[in-house]
């Protein structure tokens, strides 16, 4: 089956710093990739998403890239802000039959003034 | 326009006794699915449906769990009876057609459970 591997967090980072979280997948045929977003105390919440190979999604200023041939969809910010402290998921689609998306474990992101 | 809504936020109960969740998802969504998420760990699909036809359930632990959607909009996730390993908060989602590849879901606040 599916599977995501995200990098592990928490990430700590200060104001303005640069975000890399990693994402690599397994999926069977020609997945969309989505990153999901769940702030403190809210629920998921769809940050980006891409559908096939060399599309870029954005977002609030959050970009990943989708990478056939490395199967990744890293994600980064230029900029982050304390506001973006909360939980990111990686989460591949399958492409046989009926969608359904393998969500990673979550990176937790910390930023600090 | 109206977020997926879920209830209780929040229930504690001990293990063996029942407990039911309750789901209405975006109107007009026509995919509807459930979630269990463990606490540091992403969630994982239980049971997904179309209407009110259920399109995988294969992750459900059918001896304890149950859903249903009778009438197509909302939707019940029961468990009889819990046990300790049942804590998790369970997500509820919906998508507006089939749940294909490009399809966005929409989630819900989630109904944090604790089984003592």
């Known amino acids: 089956g599916d599977s995501v591997t995200q990098m592990e967090g928490p990430v700590t980072l200060s104001e303005e710093a640069f975000l890399t979280i990693n994402c690599t997948y397994t999926?069977?045929?020609?997945?969309?990739l989505f990153w999901y977003v769940q702030y403190p105390g809210e629920g998921l919440q769809l940050l980006l998403k891409?559908?096939?190979?060399?599309d870029k999604g954005s977002n609030k200023g959050f970009e990943a890239t989708y990478r056939k041939e490395t199967t990744s969809f890293h994600l980064e910010k230029g900029s982050v802000q304390v506001s973006d402290s909360a939980v990111y998921f990686c989460?591949?689609?399958?492409?046989?039959?009926?969608?359904?998306?393998?969500f990673g474990r979550g990176t937790s992101l910390i930023v600090h003034p | 326009e109206a977020g997926v809504a879920q209830s209780p936020r929040y229930k504690i109960i001990e293990k063996r006794q029942s407990v039911a969740f309750w789901c209405n998802p975006i109107?007009?969504?026509?995919?509807l699915y459930w979630y269990q998420q463990i606490l540091g760990q992403g969630p994982k699909l239980l049971i997904q449906?179309?209407?009110?036809?259920?399109?995988?359930d294969s992750q459900l632990p059918k001896d304890r769990f149950s859903a249903e959607r009778l009438k197509g909009v909302d939707s019940t996730l029961k468990i009889q009876p819990a046990k300790l390993e049942d804590s998790a908060v369970y997500l509820c989602?919906?998508?507006?057609?089939?749940?294909?590849?490009?399809?966005?879901?929409?989630f819900g606040p989630g109904t944090r459970l604790l089984v003592l």
């Open positions: 989602a919906s998508s507006f057609r089939s749940g294909g590849l490009q399809e966005t879901q929409y």
């Open positions: 999926a069977t045929g020609y997945p969309s």
């Open positions: 891409a559908t096939k190979a060399d």
């Open positions: 989460a591949p689609s399958s492409s046989g039959g009926s969608y359904i998306p393998t």
């Open positions: 109107s007009g969504h026509a995919t």
């Open positions: 449906f179309q209407n009110n036809g259920v399109v995988d």
